[in-house]
């Protein structure tokens, strides 16, 4: 939805691109190298274009069948971590790949809702919470959707629909010594810590879902810059939900089906505004502009965005051009470049639950009452996840950089995973045993 073309984006033009910023964006505070802890010898990098199995072995930690459903939850100890305390949760299916929430059962997506509550539950705990040093610990989760195929992405190893549970501990968070986005010179970190189009998206996103029945609790908040960066509030779209209760029920399975179909569909909306085309591109490839006075006109025919959005889009169309044949092949070989200048080739967001809540031993995060889906949507951003940390309201992980793993690192890693999957056996047994009733907010 971010990208309603898919052109080259030339930052050339006045200031192309950074047009895009609300000029209250350039006072967020940002962390453009938050470290992550990294393992002596790691794998070499490479996209999963075969079996689960054979791509995350020996890094399985372990496997739940979903029941009726062909699917597995995989938990895996992830090869290049966000935080020396995370697991990822891999929907394990082979002969069909689920890419969003829309295409997942609704049993694997329950459980996978189950599985992020659960972590929450892991984190109130004051014994786990002495035991890993995790007072005060920062917790999220998180998963990305890009079909793009050609240029680095926020789900570019794996196609797979994959869910990042994380916690920073407090002593991480000490060491973000935030900047204002206005500080941050090179371009393509700027524009990956917040995406150029990630205000006019929430913008577009706000008009889309106006008259949306939301779950009741549900509260979608509009664009706030100034509001973002005063409170540390990750950038994007931003709905209230009622807390970790809610999650594990089929409203919220409703409301993330309804933030997936309702950007999938303004995706093509706009597509179509800025190309005539309903066709997404081949990799290494995008489609030609309309001239921006057709564009215009095209746009004046969706009359459910607001002016305010209307507006941000012509000005998108004013700032992107075509790339031409001989500049695709210099974008082929030279990745970085790509990632400075390419748009993405579809659909591109990071969807997160969010609480500015910490884990506490005298205060359990899983009975925040303010918790919050986030919607982040890219347009050139290579990152998927940009996340509110140490006071920072946008983070770029520094997996390169970070602190290698000691032996008693991989230990309590280990540990920690263990405890998280073991509790999830138990919750997932009780919930075959006991489902959650159609509303219930346990």
């Not at 080739?345 to 205060?363: I, K, Q």
């Not at 309590?412 to 047994?429: G, N, W």
Request: contains cysteine; charged residues 25%; proline residues 8%.
């Amino acid at each position: 939805m971010t990208a309603p073309t898919t052109a080259l984006a030339l930052a050339s033009q006045t200031r192309g691109l950074d047009t895009l910023y609300p000029q209250a964006a350039w006072e967020l505070p940002v962390n453009p190298a938050l470290p992550a802890p990294r393992r002596a010898d790691p794998p070499v990098e490479r996209c999963n274009l075969g079996g689960y199995r054979d791509y995350y072995d020996p890094n399985i930690v372990r496997e739940f069948p979903v029941q009726g459903e062909r699917e597995r939850l995989a938990v895996i100890d992830k090869a290049f971590p966000h935080s020396l305390y995370d697991v990822m949760l891999l929907v394990a299916r082979d002969d069909v790949i689920r890419q969003s929430v829309s295409d997942t059962p609704a049993p694997v997506l329950a459980a996978l809702l189950r599985a992020a509550r659960t972590f929450m539950v892991l984190l109130s705990d004051p014994v786990v919470l002495r035991r890993f040093g995790l007072d005060g610990g920062r917790v999220t989760v998180s998963w990305n959707h890009d079909p793009t195929l050609d240029r680095d992405n926020g789900q570019w190893w794996d196609k797979r629909m994959h869910w990042h549970l994380n916690c920073w501990p407090s002593f991480v968070q000490r060491t973000v010594a935030p900047v204002r986005l206005a500080d941050v010179t090179d371009v393509t970190m700027r524009r990956s810590l917040v995406d150029p189009a990630a205000y006019l998206a929430h913008r577009v996103m706000t008009d889309a879902l106006r008259d949306a029945a939301l779950p009741g609790g549900c509260r979608l908040m509009g664009p706030d810059p100034a509001r973002d960066a005063e409170r540390a509030l990750p950038v994007g779209l931003k709905i209230r939900i009622p807390g970790w209760g809610f999650v594990p029920t089929l409203q919220c399975q409703g409301l993330l089906r309804t933030l997936h179909d309702t950007a999938s569909d303004v995706y093509r909306s706009l597509h179509q505004c800025f190309t005539g085309s309903d066709d997404m591109p081949a990799p290494w490839q995008r489609p030609r502009l309309l001239h921006v006075d057709d564009v215009e006109h095209r746009l004046d025919g969706l009359v459910w965005l607001s002016p305010a959005a209307r507006s941000g889009l012509t000005r998108l169309r004013r700032v992107l051009r075509d790339v031409t044949p001989g500049e695709m092949r210099l974008l082929a070989a030279r990745r970085g470049v790509a990632n400075r200048c390419l748009t993405l080739g579809g659909l591109s967001y990071n969807l997160a639950l969010f609480t500015p809540e910490l884990a506490r031993a005298d205060r359990p995060v899983i009975e925040t009452n303010e918790l919050y889906v986030v919607m982040q949507f890219k347009l050139v951003s290579f990152v998927g996840n940009s996340p509110a940390i140490g006071g920072a309201a946008a983070s770029v992980i520094d997996r390169m950089g970070g602190p290698v793993m000691t032996p008693d690192d991989h230990a309590r890693r280990s540990d920690f995973q263990h405890q998280y999957t073991e509790l999830l056996q138990r919750s997932l047994t009780t919930a075959l045993r006991a489902p959650e009733p159609p509303g219930g907010h346990r």
